[in-house]
């Protein structure tokens, strides 16, 4: 196949599925069994599309030479076409053009390519408005990042992770790495940062922005020739196939009712245009589905690639299951499962075996002679209300020197899984329990989630705490690991210690809280966590003087109604000094936790790391504050965090404006990674960038998340409970990927979940209203937040009453004039001029296709469409009582 088959951007883009109809150099898209698609030179025999990949020996030579790149392969959701992998330097995405050049890899997957010629990369033009060159992330930013999860609508969220700050690139851990939830980011890259464009090319109605229109302010003036290239490159194997080869999609039947083909398959169709059209065998079919096709036109199926031949447009699958009607909740939530590889099949009676089977289950008396008894402490858990499964509690007891003696305690998982078991095989597998808005997928039977080693109060459970000695300031005086038996005498939940916090000397009626054990008071309780929060609050501080970063963005909580569990309302959830208290000494106990163990197995240890943002996105995000005259100082964690922190002031503008910042800045972070410390030389790459800290790591929830239960296997070992951990570095590395990948998705599949609810919300209670802030400023359509719902949409200037838009730059700054067609003949056409930071009102309405929505401008000085009781429903600020 020769060269010219990766050009960039040769093709305009097809249909909208995207798929051109006929075989351009795209090699996809022609119907089967339609004959101009054929080569005619070919003379009978089948022209390949795809090449054949290398060999393994070839690909392992060509990877230690440096002649071949591996990465994990990224396909823009919006332009199925693109596709990127990270480059090993930090620098801008290799650029891979179309599906030849993809050769048959999906999204995630791990693949290798070799580099184009230079001639035939993609070229940047400086004044064009080819302006994607990142890879297209989905949201990702670490816990630590962003703060806690999003709340559990029935269940519990993740709370509890120091991880919780700032998440940036894939994970659910929000807060580690800087970032709160990018819910329904546009996700181009960087494309939102859009500074302008050249004004040429018009879009279609409602087509998606065309390639060469989109704009990213990534290079917006490039004055060196070697920065308007970016590198190309072609996939030439495929190392780890980690797509799960599962899609949702629907049936159709194949155009040519002659060819041979039509006789035999039908073609699926998937919902995600990453993934190619394929072809199933009419057996696997309903059976009236080929008399009756139109039956099924809104039935959603699930299909498996089983295979992609070299020489076909089409994949070929299997028909798994039948889901239901699209836009129905269930349905498209089990279909999200699937594609995603989410295992959400009962455990079997071999795990279940594994289980203590005595119910009900008791401490063992030698489990007492081995552990420090503190069942008479004043200890208790914060949760979200409707959390079931409870990992960490909390105790604060003063000391006559005026110090306090503060403990955290974490259900003692490993305890319950026997090391090689089937138990063991299962939630590594699984890896994290996965969180959605009506249900959590666990990761571990329920008896130990929500039972045994759930820290339900009045009952004697196993913990594995870490106790300090600390002053009032935070500092620590003393540390202490070990295993224990606790008595929680009480289940807060976040409002209870809120309320707890926002009433320092009065008492709380005792009908307000829930309760407590008879060995302890609510008043002894209500003291605790006044104690905790004036440390938490001391602790927080010196973080953030430390040098921490903070990347909090808008995270949707819904209302959803007990009966049909259809969302009623939706709010932005708060995060509270209550999540706050909590949040800080969890990461107290993680960091410590992670210097234990590094101390003890300097090879061996299970750590968590995140790599500082990628330096040619964060270089786009320096040019695009510099041009939109904000003085942001991107020079470390701390200096971004004190940058957002100080730029803004207090008022409603000042409030949105910080909003689009942070998650124009949340973009450039990357994810936080587990590994193994002893296949790391650089120790300097061990750091964890949003918290600011040389060692990282999980251990305070391990009900949910495998890497917490390797990691209390680790502090065992360290602490003499248990002989060392008989596993190698390699070993536990590949570990720490699996539990890397399985967080990626779980994040995604919450992500997409919100997402659903919310489409779902706007179809049963729109069209909604909210002020929106401009953040990215195209010559035919514009981008903006969506400040009550925190979701991102695209609003495109044909969907509008418009007489005419006229886009220009003002210096360096895109601008997009807007002239209304008046309502009244008699009346003047209102002129409006849209920037970035502009504050407009949007409508978010339903469209025809099932849980699309869209956003159109409302027009300047028009009334409210809502009626006052919609819009509240709408924006329901009730706490999920589901």
Known sequence: MSHSDYRPNLRPLGPPRGVSSVVGSHGIGASPGDKKS??????????????????????????????????????????????????????????????????????????????????????????????????????????????????????????????????????????????GNTQNLLVDGVKKLSVGVHEKGKEDAGAPVKKDESTSMSQDIRALPEKSLQRSAKVVYIL???????????????????????????????????????????????????????????????????????????????????????????????????????????????????LPQGLPWTIPPYEFSKRKDLRKDCVFTIDPSTARDLDDALSCKPLTDGNFEVGVHIADVSYFIPEGSDLDRVAAARATSVYLVQKVVPMLPRLLCEELCSLNPMTDKLTFSVIWTLTPEGKILSEWFGRTIIRSCTKLSYEHAQSMIESPTEKIPGKELPPVS????????????????????????????????????????????????????????????????????????????????YRAFPEQALLRRHPPPQTKMLSDLVEFCDQMGLSMDFSSA????????????????????????????????????YFCSGLLQDRAQFRHYALNVPLYTHFTSPIRRFADVLVHRLLAAALGYRERLDV?????????????????????????????????????????????????????????????????????????????????????????????????????????????????????????????????????????????????AAASAEEPDD
């Open 38 to 179: 054929k080569n005619k030179s070919t003379r009978g025999k089948k022209k390949s599309i795809f090449e054949t990949y290398m060999s393994k020996e070839d690909v392992s030579e060509g990877l230690k030479k440096g002649t071949l790149i591996q990465g994990a392969l990224r396909i823009n959701p919006k332009k199925f076409h693109e596709a990127f992998i990270p480059s090993p330097d930090g620098d801008r995405d290799i650029f891979i053009d179309g599906v030849v050049a993809r050769n048959r890899a999906l999204n995630g997957d791990l693949v290798v390519v070799k580099l184009l010629p230079e001639e035939q990369w993609k070229v940047i033009k400086p004044e064009s408005n080819d302006k994607e060159t990142e890879a297209a992330y989905e949201s990702d930013l670490p816990e630590e990042l962003c703060g806690h999860h999003l709340p559990q609508q029935s269940l519990k969220s993740y709370h509890d992770s120091p991880d919780v700050i700032i998440e940036a690139q894939f994970d659910d851990s929000d807060l580690e790495d800087g970032h």
């Open 240 to 354: 780890e196939k980690k797509h799960s080869r599962a899609a949702t999609g629907f049936l159709k039947l194949l155009t040519d009712k002659n060819s041979e083909l039509f006789r035999k398959y039908a073609l699926f169709s998937p919902s995600d245009h990453r993934v190619p059209r394929i072809y199933v065998p009419l057996k696997d079919c309903p059976q009236d589905f080929v008399t009756r096709p139109k039956d099924y036109a809104n039935t959603l199926f699930i299909c498996r690639i089983v295979d992609w031949k070299e020489d076909s447009n089409f994949a070929l699958g299997q028909l798994a299951k039948s889901l239901g009607q699209a836009g129905k909740i269930e349905p498209e939530t089990e279909g999200i499962l699937t594609e995603y590889g989410v295992d959400f099949s009962d455990f079997s009676s071999e795990v279940l075996e594994c």
């Open 518 to 597: 008879p060995e302890h008071d609510s008043e002894e309780v209500h003291q605790a966590v006044l104690n905790l929060h004036g440390i938490a609050q001391q602790l927080r501080q010196q973080r953030f003087v430390d040098g921490a970063l903070r990347l909090d963005q808008l995270k949707l909580a819904f209302t959803l109604d007990h009966e049909t569990g259809l969302p009623q309302g939706c709010h932005i959830y708060e995060y509270r000094d209550s999540n706050k208290l909590v949040e800080e000494f969890m990461l107290l106990a993680n960091m410590a936790v992670a210097h234990k163990i």
């Open 638 to 673: 701390g200096a971004l965090n004190k940058s957002l922190t100080q730029t803004f002031g207090g008022d409603k503008y000042s409030l949105a404006r910080k909003e689009v910042l942070t998650n124009m800045c949340s973009r450039p972070m990357q994810m936080a990674h």
């Open 728 to 872: 190698e570095p390699d070993a536990l590395q590949k570990q720490a990927d699996h539990c890397n990948d399985r967080r990626m998705v779980s994040k995604r599949v919450q992500e997409l979940s919100t997402g659903l609810f919310f489409a779902v919300l706007v179809k049963e209670c729109g069209p909604l209203e909210s002020e929106a802030m401009v953040m990215g400023v195209l010559n035919q359509a514009f981008d903006v937040l969506v400040l009550r719902y925190g979701v991102q949409k695209r609003i495109y200037c044909n969907a509008l009453a418009l007489r005419s838009h006229h886009f220009q730059k003002v210096g360096k700054k895109p601008e997009l004039t807007l002239v209304w067609e008046p309502e009244d003949s008699e009346q003047e056409p209102a002129k409006q001029v849209i920037t970035i930071f502009s504050l407009v009102e949007v409508v978010l309405q339903a469209e025809a296709t099932a849980l699309k929505y869209s956003a159109v401008l409302k027009r300047p000085g028009t009334n409210s469409l809502l009626g006052q009781e919609e819009a509240t």
